[in-house]
């Protein structure tokens, strides 16, 4: 690939650059840790990874991280999986997380916005006496450290308290939306056996209320581990039977205690999509979150007590966890619990407008549909306040950079990031001192060795390879839950290249650095040889007005051909007629490559997605090739079963 953007679309200035926290970090590192003074960001982070050992405990240095016992040294046994990070120490991700309440008591810790759209604070001190009260409720309730809590919660200040107030207690939080079903949640909970369940009645989503009591019911009955249920009144409705009320647990005036916890004690479990098979439960740590977060916000993002933090996310995602990690910073986070696109297309840039918002957080295809829909965010609301505009959940089109470069600020700092819920942060994307160019992730993360690898784990530059991580991070999983001998955690990450980390992306590094995601390499299209990323066809065809969504998927055959389909879900009024069909072709020959012109444009009547709004390239591919639709995907991951029902069909048909 070459690099197709020699002219950076933004640039920070010296004042910037001289003001960002990362600048004054490398700084100090270097007076204190021999890190590199000059060459930049790229020195500093070839720094960060060749001296693992060094650049950890510069970071816990540099943000005064409390070990309650010593760490015997940063890094034990270095093998991944496997890897110990300080051990010996002890600490508290909620003692962390709670410390801007001594300087800043009575400045708001979280803006809550639902779909209103009216902001209503919660203090630092208030939230501060939230937790303890709660934390002294679940020890009188018996919850040990390493027993789960679990939360059936839309994106609402109660989570935070409940997800703060278990890590108060060294117990282990866990969540979901309320917008997933009973089989969705029993999947993932019943892996993990919780003692205590806090829930909502309901929840309000597109000017609807959803009644969600009938559920509820069946995870108590479902639960048998449950030794309480807490009852938040969203809907407004009585506490059931046995359950106790919100309000009582968070009444009294107490000051947290703060059980110190081995550094590699688990925190929480996030949940893979599970599109195959049960959802994978990974376990992170709590000074594993606790440093690489810190890193994260406060280097990446930049984020500091003078800051608001706004990332449109519910519980049932990485990036709702990743959000209340904007407390480690003192910064203040706004919790946005309603649609994305409520009651208009530019809600979420209402709410940056409203609550302040320095850094604002969607996905890709929030962005792209604004394009769609002629959202003009720097015309219609007072976006001064934000300084950076970020992206994830899948690669940013370069018509997305373009566009909130025109439409929002031509002085605007876009960081299109990619991560994954397995590690609970960003593998590459923001920089504050770096260009951004177009269609490309700024750099890699500090302390995070990420390689593009050729199939016999060579390094590449400037071409497609696989996403690696060559070197432990504090935040990867601990273990997976009920995978005891670890071969699940294995074969997740380690089977492909042995010792190293792989991802399942496929990215380009390029030679300045940046990085370039160009999708899912299980579900890659690999066409004579030549791979692109399903990415790149979505972006250009998407573009056409007509199209709605598009799913692409290539199939090896049993005769050594190789079967392309383009699923295509058209706009409404749209018609799939010759002139259409020729100009998705000529769209895909002239912008991508002839080779990548699909064997079939077939009509849908929608993209199936994960619950987290990813699109389901490989279960469709299994699919496609025959595998019984309940051996090819988990029907509890799915956002419209009904939709998988075509695709079978259509495997059905072809044989």
């Known amino acids: ?101 001594a300087t800043r008591a009575d400045e708001p810790a979280l803006l809550y916005v639902d779909e209103s759209h009216d902001p209503r ?36 200040p109660q989570a935070v308290v409940a997800l703060l107030a278990t890590a108060a207690v060294g117990g282990v939080w866990t969540s979901c939306a309320p917008d997933f079903g009973a089989r969705s949640v029993l999947d993932r909970f019943q892996q993990i056996e919780p003692i205590v369940l806090f829930t909502v009645d309901g929840y309000r989503y597109g000017g609807k209320e959803h009644d969600r009591r009938d559920i509820v019911t069946e995870l108590r009955r479902e639960l048998p581990t449950l030794r309480a249920v807490v009852h938040i009144p969203l809907l407004g409705t009585e506490a059931p039977d046995g359950a106790l009320d919100w309000s009582a647990l968070t009444s009294a005036d107490e000051e947290p205690v703060f059980e110190q916890v081995p550094f590699d004690h688990p925190l929480w479990v996030l949940y893979s999509s599970g599109t195959t098979g049960l ?120 018509d997305g950079f373009r566009w909130l470069h025109d439409e929002v600020r031509d002085d605007l700092w876009i960081a299109s990031v990619s991560g994954g819920t397995d590690v609970c942060s ?46 432990p991070m504090p935040s990867m999983p601990i273990y997976f839950w009920n995978d005891p001998e670890g071969s699940r955690y294995h ?58 969504e598009t799913l692409v998927i290539g199939i090896e055959q049993p005769d050594g051909g190789y079967w392309m389909p383009l699923f295509v879900h058209l706009a409404p009024g749209a018609v799939l007629d010759e002139d259409l069909l020729n100009r998705i072709k000529q769209t895909i020959r002239e912008q991508l490559s002839p080779r990548h012109v699909p064997d079939e444009v077939i009509e849908v009547p929608g993209v199936p997605h994960t619950l987290t709004g990813k699109r389901i390239e490989v279960p469709v591919k299994r699919l496609l090739q025959g595998t019984p639709l309940e051996k090819a995907v988990n029907p509890g991951s799915i956002d419209n079963l009904d939709l998988l029902h075509f695709y079978e069909e259509l495997a059905r048909k072809r044989a």
């Not at 994978?280 to 930049?302: F, N, P, R, T």
Request: aromatic share 10%; proline share 7%; with cysteine.
């Open 121 to 156: 604070p919660v203090t630092w001190s208030e939230l501060r006496r939230q937790v303890g009260s709660l934390a002294a409720e679940l020890r009188a309730l018996g919850v040990r450290p390493g027993d789960r809590v679990s939360g059936y919660l839309p994106n609402i």
């Open 491 to 548: 074969d997740s990450y380690f089977d492909t290249y042995p010792g190293v980390w792989r991802h399942g992306d496929w990215i380009t590094v390029t030679s300045r650095g940046s990085v370039v995601i160009h999708g899912r390499s299980d579900s890659t299209l690999n066409r004579q040889g030549v791979r692109m990323g399903s990415a790149d066809i979505y972006e250009a065809v998407e573009r056409l007005p007509e199209i709605k």
């Open 279 to 398: 959802p994978k439960a990974i376990v992170q740590s709590q000074g594993g979150i606790l440093v690489e977060h810190l890193k994260q916000l406060g280097l990446h993002c930049d984020l500091g007590p003078e800051d608001r933090f706004f990332w449109y996310t519910s519980t049932g995602w990485m990036m709702w966890n990743f959000l209340v990690s904007g407390l480690l910073t003192g910064t203040t986070i706004v919790l946005y619990d309603g649609s994305p696109g409520f009651p208009d297309t530019g809600a979420q840039w209402r709410i940056a407008e409203r609550t302040e918002a320095t850094l604002y957080g969607t996905s890709a295809a929030y962005v792209m549909a604004c394009r769609k829909a002629d959202v003009h965010p720097g015309r219609d609301f007072d976006l001064t306040k934000v300084q950076c505009v970020a992206t994830t959940g899948s690669p940013l089109p370069p």
């Open 1 to 101: 690939m070459s690099i197709m953007n020699p002219q950076p679309l933004w640039q920070p200035d010296p004042e910037r650059i001289a003001q960002a926290q990362v600048t004054k970090f490398q700084a100090w590192a270097a007076e204190n840790h021999d890190a590199p003074s000059e060459g930049g960001y790229a020195a500093l982070h070839r720094w960060s990874v060749d001296e693992l050992d060094t650049f950890w405990k510069a970071v816990t240095e540099w943000f005064d991280v409390r070990f309650s016992t010593p760490y015997a040294r940063v890094l034990g046994d270095r093998s991944m999986p496997g890897a110990q990070w300080f051990p010996g120490a002890t600490l508290n991700y909620a003692e962390h997380a709670l410390r801007a309440s």
């Open 426 to 471: 960003c593998f590459a994307g923001a920089v504050p001192t770096l260009p951004v160019h177009i269609g490309e992730l700024q750099a890699p993360s500090l302390g995070t060795d990420l390689r593009s690898w050729d199939p016999s784990g060579n390094p590449v530059t400037d071409e497609v390879g696989e996403l690696v991580v060559t070197n």
